[in-house]
């Protein structure tokens, strides 16, 4: 089965807040941690990574923040806008010990209100 | 650089029949993955290949199913004998080293 599960399924935030989508994994043999945006219709894209040898990394309005002692993952979204309505996944790669394939959550929808 | 293609976008088959489902992975790629999913849910990860050898099918039905990745040409997902329950998008992604995978936009197969 699935190692990646979400704690929200569905997020409702206003625009111009901060959104913060959470995610939980159980395969501590897991290496490097992945948050993809999917838009009706679309294949996932890519957002940001992040390795197991780090707790925070940032992008452009988005960080990625790591506790590896509880095995949470999370995505920080400032200044939410409506574009970025979508469904987000959390994904781990298990590297070497799990064939490199990547396994996804069940993926938080993210509703941003005008 | 393109990206991920896959062919067709939209693909309806009846019961009985095959579908093909086609992925070029980005130019350089030679990290094949395909996941389907069904509507509302996560991307289920089927099958893993490298130029011409699957490295991990764990995910993939052992009936019907079956995935390659020729040394020239695109990735091909086949289904043989399709069923109402084989109706679900398909998503290719590629990666240079197996780590950043970039998604195609999917196939859509709808079963009659």
């Known amino acids: 089965g699935e190692s990646v599960g979400l704690h929200l399924p569905t997020l409702s935030v206003q625009e111009g807040d901060n959104s913060i989508i959470n995610c939980a994994y159980s395969n501590s043999a897991s290496d490097y941690f992945i948050w993809y945006k999917q838009e009706s219709g679309k294949g996932p894209q890519f957002i940001i990574d992040?390795?197991?040898?780090?707790d925070k990394r940032q992008g452009q309005r988005v960080t990625v923040l790591l506790n590896k002692t509880v095995k949470h993952l999370s995505l920080q979204i400032a200044a939410t806008q409506p574009g970025d309505s979508a469904v987000y996944f959390c994904a781990e790669n298990i590297g070497p010990t799990g064939g490199f394939k990547t396994i996804f959550g069940a993926g938080t929808r993210l509703f941003v209100k005008a | 650089n393109a990206g991920v293609m896959q062919n067709p976008r939209h693909l309806v088959r009846r019961r009985g029949q095959e579908a093909r489902l086609r992925c070029s992975p980005m130019?350089?790629?030679?990290?094949v993955y395909w996941y389907r999913q069904l509507p509302e849910e996560g991307l289920k990860f089927m099958v893993y290949?490298?130029?011409?050898?699957?490295?991990?099918e764990s995910g993939m039905p052992k009936e019907r199913f079956s995935a390659e990745f020729p040394k020239e040409g695109p990735s091909i997902l086949r289904i043989q004998q399709v069923v109402r329950g084989d109706s679900a998008a398909y998503f290719c992604?590629?990666?240079?080293?197996?780590?950043?995978?970039?998604f195609g936009q999917g196939t859509r197969l709808t079963v009659v």
């Open positions: 992604a590629s990666s240079w080293d197996s780590t950043e995978a970039f």
């Open positions: 290949l490298q130029k011409e050898n699957i490295i991990d």
């Open positions: 992040i390795r197991s040898n780090m």
């Open positions: 130019k350089g790629h030679s990290h």
